[in-house]
T-cell receptor, first 109, second 115 residues
């Protein structure tokens, strides 16, 4: 499957700061999803935003979607050490998931 | 039960061995998936089962053989693998293959090493 793009590839911030990751894609979508993956483990579904939605919140997570720019961002507020992980966006297009390359987030204590 | 359970967690096999990976879910999901993931890369789709029928095979070599015995179980049979097949193998499920409202539930994966 053709990959979407995420930036940055890696992000290192201090605990308590906010982390923002971006995702761009190329085709029209049904929805966009964000997943977290701790080192060497399975992926955990964080949040899904549908193509007709512009913003969605879940706890400390805020996702925005701009279909005109074919981009999305994931904001994690008040970061914690436990947020250290890789984060992937995945677009649901034609009933298949197309994955971004991922952002590796490191939260420094 | 909101989990996808994969066994074994780790597997080391020789190139002449035959082994199987197992995946189980009891959420009533009707779509199940096998993914392969190399280090620092996103997961790559291998197979999709929808209502226990194989609906997508992403040109996977025949040394990987999927099987869906019932709506809760998914197996991946391995035979004559190559060292480059070493990877994390992930199983996932979703309510429907055409599910537009919910995300996928992933298992913790099987870390496979081919020697």
């Amino acid at each position: 499957s053709q990959q979407g793009e995420e930036d940055p590839q890696a992000l290192s911030i201090q605990e308590g700061e906010n982390a923002t990751m971006n995702c761009s894609y190329k085709t029209s979508i049904n929805n966009l999803q964000w997943y977290r993956q701790n080192s060497g483990r399975g992926l955990v579904h964080l949040i899904l935003i549908r193509s007709n939605e512009r913003e969605k919140h879940s706890g400390r997570l805020r996702v925005t979607l701009d279909t005109s720019k074919k981009s999305s961002s994931l904001l994690i507020t008040a970061s914690r050490a436990a947020d250290t992980a890789s984060y992937f966006c995945a677009t649901n297009s034609n009933y298949q998931l197309i994955w971004g390359a991922g952002t590796k987030l490191i939260i420094k204590p | 039960d909101t989990e996808v359970t994969q066994t074994p967690k780790h597997l080391v096999m020789g190139m002449t061995n035959k082994k199987s990976l197992k995946c189980e879910q009891h959420m009533g999901h009707r779509a199940m998936y096998w993914y392969k993931q190399k280090a620092k890369k996103p997961p790559e789709l291998m197979f999709v089962y929808s209502y226990e029928k194989l609906s997508i095979n992403e040109s996977v070599p025949s040394r990987f053989s999927p099987e869906c015995p019932n709506s809760s179980l998914l197996n991946l049979h391995l035979h004559a693998l190559q060292p480059e097949d070493s990877a994390l193998y992930l199983c996932a499920s979703s309510q429907e293959r055409s599910d537009l409202l919910y995300g996928y539930t992933f298992g913790s994966g099987t870390r496979l090493t081919v020697v």
